[in-house]
């Protein structure tokens, strides 16, 4: 008999389009459901809540709205490396956050030594570039950094999934100790450059540019990534390796070359995520293990290594959490953050790898 | 066939998984030719296939590509020294369309006889539906596209392993004559099939595979012709020709 190992890695169209898991049909009723009396108790009936019915407060809708959608953006350019980089190598790096803080340390530094000032800057002070070169610089070292993992220690543990998740777990313990030797334990925030600290008014409410800002550097994430991934034949590649890495080898495909190249892209989206963290809510120990954990719950709504699945996934996941407070009623604004998992629950009871996952 | 002509030659070669052995002791000479390997279901031809392009590592013996050793190497340098594979089942890429399955090998082509522009010329078929996700494609458009992906290689040697699986007699006879058109341009075909009818089409020399071994060589009509070898070396009777093996 032909040994039937050799067929686990053999995801021919046929089967990967059977396997595609459909939705139970209890469990879908459960979430349209919820999805309308979430709707109806917004729109009317959320009398009591901080923010009151949306026909009531149209002005505390959209704001809360616009907090979905620009906190999604940064959920999405925290996610978005950490799915690429598991949709490729089936690695779960664990050390996404570290990199994220790493990099936000890196930026308020770097911003500090350009501004001439280590304390209490005043955005007045920040031009556009004194936010930009701290940016990319770094996201730079998590890039680095992250390709240094990845070459010395990864490599050699290929396909070994769980070793790779405890690797870079250690990995995770041993910066989170090493920044707080170097940046101390004090929270710190990247200042946003001068041009974009102002408030627009929305509906008779004040609204923060740097919000908006925020969205704006993740929707050209976004574009980028996509055109990268769709427009060059590396990207192609890439997509390919998510679907069969071992008939991209075959194919004469130098596959650790690409490896390596998603790994730096991955992590510099990881840098880049931080500094927008830092800049939007400060960096402090803790941030590295938030931002991982923000990460996988985009990603498991999403489902892992799929790109769409990362925007959705931020979507969903950052309207929960603007949401939730805004509209639970006053004395239960406290059980927020429980909303997030009921989000967990109710996606995963419908689709269990995510919203565009695939099984492994 | 003299010795400096033989394109690929393998020698002795041994594979498995773990403690089962499935390839015990293959040897077989291609030149610029095309040549079947027939057998009946897990006699180890996928694994044959699966050895040879590098995915799976031998254990003993050694494939030798125009002089040079490739036993051992990762796939990725299997394939740029010059053996191409198309895999059972195809394995297309989900994600890609099929010009990107194309386009994601091209800039390696440049200057070379086969670029996606001449794999469209082969099979017109595939540059009607470009823009079509691989998964859309009939199974004959499926095999197209598979066969299509390795020639961009260019390579001295191509692996088909079952390509007509599956497909219609019309899209065979395409496939048939795909590969008479790629001997005929100096590539060399080395096809895997359990189909012997489509083997004898595509292939004039066919070796016969029973566990793990190559016990038989037959050329042109031969095997098609004595229902008695077929019983004996792919288990089949007269009767079930008209049924499978058709």
Same mark, same amino acid.
């Given at each position: 008999?032909?040994?039937?190992?050799?067929?686990?890695?053999?995801?021919?169209?046929?089967?990967?389009?059977?396997?595609?898991?459909?939705?139970?049909?209890?469990?879908?009723?459960?979430?349209?459901?919820?999805?309308?009396?979430?709707?109806?108790?917004?729109?009317?009936?959320?009398?009591? #809540?901080?923010?009151?019915?949306?026909?009531?407060?149209?002005?505390?809708? +959209?704001?809360?709205?616009?907090? =979905?959608?620009?906190?999604?953006?940064?959920?999405?350019?925290?996610?978005?490396?950490?799915?690429?980089?598991?949709?490729?190598?089936?690695?779960?790096?664990?050390?996404?956050?570290?990199?994220?803080?790493?990099?936000?340390?890196?930026?308020?530094?770097?911003?500090?030594?350009?501004?001439?000032? &280590?304390?209490?800057?005043?955005?007045?002070?920040?031009?556009?570039?004194?936010?930009?070169?701290?940016?990319?610089?770094?996201?730079?070292?998590?890039?680095?950094?992250?390709?240094?993992?990845?070459?010395?220690?990864?490599?050699?543990?290929? @396909?070994?999934?769980?070793?790779?998740?405890?690797?870079?777990?250690?990995?995770?313990?041993?910066?989170?100790?090493?920044?707080?030797?170097?940046?101390?334990?004090?929270?710190?925030?990247?200042?946003?450059?001068?041009?974009?600290?102002?408030?627009? &008014?929305?509906?008779?409410?004040?609204?923060?540019?740097?919000?908006?800002?925020?969205?704006?550097?993740?929707?050209?994430?976004?574009?980028?990534?996509?055109?990268? *991934? #769709?427009?060059?034949?590396?990207?192609?590649?890439?997509?390919?390796?998510?679907?069969?890495?071992?008939?991209?080898?075959?194919?004469?495909?130098?596959?650790?070359? /690409?490896?390596?190249?998603?790994?730096?892209?991955?992590?510099?989206?990881?840098?880049?995520?931080?500094?927008?963290?830092?800049?939007?809510?400060?960096?402090?120990?803790?941030?590295?293990?938030?931002?991982?954990?923000?990460?996988?719950?985009?990603?498991?709504? @999403? @489902?892992?290594?799929?790109?769409?699945?990362?925007?959705?996934?931020?979507?969903?996941?950052?309207?929960?959490?603007?949401?939730?407070?805004?509209?639970?009623?006053?004395?239960?604004?406290?059980?927020?953050?429980?909303?997030?998992? =009921?989000?967990?629950?109710?996606?995963?009871? /419908?689709?269990?790898?995510?919203?565009?996952?695939?099984? =492994? | 066939?003299?010795?400096?002509?033989?394109?690929?030659?393998?020698?002795?070669?041994?594979?498995?998984?773990?403690?089962?052995?499935?390839?015990?002791?293959? &040897?077989?000479?291609?030149?610029?030719?095309?040549?079947?390997?027939?057998?009946?279901?897990?006699?180890?031809?996928?694994?044959?296939?699966?050895?040879?392009?590098?995915?799976?590592?031998?254990?003993?013996?050694?494939?030798?590509?125009?002089?040079?050793?490739?036993?051992?190497?990762?796939?990725?340098?299997?394939?740029? &020294?010059?053996?191409?594979?198309?895999?059972?089942? $195809?394995?297309?890429?989900?994600?890609?369309? /099929?010009?990107?399955?194309?386009?994601?090998?091209? $800039?390696?082509?440049?200057?070379?006889?086969?670029?996606?522009?001449?794999?469209? !010329?082969?099979?017109?078929?595939?540059?009607?539906?470009?823009?079509?996700? @691989?998964?859309?494609?009939?199974?004959?458009?499926?095999?197209?596209?598979?066969?299509?992906?390795? *020639?961009?290689?260019?390579?001295?040697?191509?692996?088909?392993?079952?390509?007509?699986?599956?497909?219609?007699?019309?899209?065979?006879?395409?496939?048939?004559?795909?590969?008479?058109? *790629?001997?005929?341009?100096?590539?060399?075909?080395? /096809?895997?099939?359990?189909?012997?009818? =489509?083997? +004898?089409?595509?292939?004039?020399?066919?070796?016969?595979?029973?566990?793990?071994?190559?016990?038989?060589?037959?050329?042109?009509? !031969?095997?098609?012709?004595?229902?008695?070898?077929?019983?004996?070396?792919?288990?089949?009777?007269?009767?079930?020709?008209?049924? !499978?093996?058709?």
């Amino acid at each position: 008999m032909e040994p039937v190992g050799i067929d686990q890695h053999r995801p021919s169209t046929t089967t990967a389009r059977s396997r595609r898991v459909e939705p139970r049909r209890l469990p879908v009723l459960v979430a349209a459901a919820a999805a309308v009396a979430l709707a109806v108790w917004v729109t009317f009936l959320a009398d009591g #809540t901080p923010a009151g019915p949306a026909t009531e407060n149209p002005g505390k809708f +959209v704001v809360t709205a616009l907090d =979905a959608v620009t906190f999604a953006g940064l959920l999405f350019v925290a996610a978005s490396g950490f799915t690429l980089i598991f949709g490729l190598m089936r690695t779960v790096n664990m050390a996404h956050g570290s990199l994220f803080l790493l990099a936000a340390y890196i930026a308020i530094r770097v911003q500090e030594a350009m501004v001439g000032r &280590s304390r209490n800057i005043d955005p007045a002070d920040v031009a556009v570039l004194d936010w930009l070169v701290p940016l990319l610089v770094g996201a730079g070292v998590a890039a680095a950094l992250g390709l240094v993992i990845q070459q010395v220690f990864l490599q050699w543990n290929e @396909g070994q999934e769980l070793r790779q998740a405890l690797m870079t777990l250690a990995i995770t313990v041993v910066l989170a100790d090493q920044m707080l030797r170097e940046f101390g334990g004090l929270a710190q925030r990247m200042v946003w450059p001068g041009a974009v600290t102002h408030f627009l &008014s929305v509906m008779g409410e004040r609204y923060a540019v740097t919000r908006l800002f925020m969205l704006g550097v993740a929707v050209l994430v976004g574009v980028l990534l996509w055109l990268w *991934l #769709t427009r060059t034949s590396m990207g192609m590649v890439i997509r390919a390796g998510v679907d069969d890495r071992q008939m991209v080898r075959a194919l004469g495909i130098n596959i650790r070359l /690409v490896f390596a190249i998603t790994f730096f892209v991955g992590s510099f989206l990881a840098g880049v995520g931080g500094v927008l963290g830092a800049s939007f809510a400060g960096a402090a120990p803790g941030t590295d293990g938030s931002w991982l954990l923000n990460a996988l719950v985009v990603v498991i709504i @999403g @489902g892992l290594g799929s790109l769409k699945g990362a925007a959705a996934g931020s979507l969903l996941y950052g309207a929960v959490v603007a949401f939730s407070p805004a509209y639970l009623p006053s004395q239960y604004s406290y059980y927020a953050i429980i909303m997030t998992f =009921a989000l967990l629950a109710l996606v995963l009871a /419908v689709r269990p790898y995510g919203l565009f996952g695939r099984p =492994a | 066939m003299t010795d400096d002509q033989a394109l690929l030659e393998v020698r002795d070669l041994r594979a498995g998984y773990g403690v089962s052995r499935v390839l015990d002791g293959v &040897s077989f000479r291609v030149a610029h030719e095309a040549v079947a390997i027939v057998g009946r279901n897990g006699m180890g031809k996928s694994t044959l296939c699966d050895t040879l392009v590098g995915l799976l590592r031998a254990s003993g013996g050694e494939v030798v590509l125009r002089g040079e050793r490739i036993d051992g190497l990762a796939p990725e340098r299997v394939a740029n &020294s010059g053996i191409a594979y198309v895999p059972q089942g $195809r394995r297309l890429f989900p994600s890609l369309t /099929v010009d990107e399955h194309l386009a994601m090998l091209a $800039r390696r082509t440049r200057g070379k006889r086969w670029t996606p522009d001449a794999v469209y !010329e082969l099979f017109p078929r595939l540059a009607e539906r470009k823009k079509h996700g @691989g998964a859309d494609l009939s199974g004959g458009e499926q095999q197209m596209l598979a066969v299509g992906r390795a *020639l961009l290689l260019n390579a001295h040697v191509i692996v088909m392993d079952e390509p007509s699986e599956g497909l219609a007699p019309t899209i065979v006879d395409v496939l048939v004559d795909a590969v008479h058109h *790629l001997v005929d341009q100096g590539v060399a075909v080395l /096809v895997v099939e359990q189909n012997l009818r =489509a083997a +004898v089409r595509m292939a004039h020399r066919q070796l016969v595979m029973v566990s793990g071994r190559l016990e038989a060589e037959f050329a042109g009509d !031969e095997l098609l012709a004595r229902p008695d070898l077929q019983h004996r070396y792919l288990g089949v009777g007269g009767h079930e020709l008209e049924g !499978e093996y058709r």
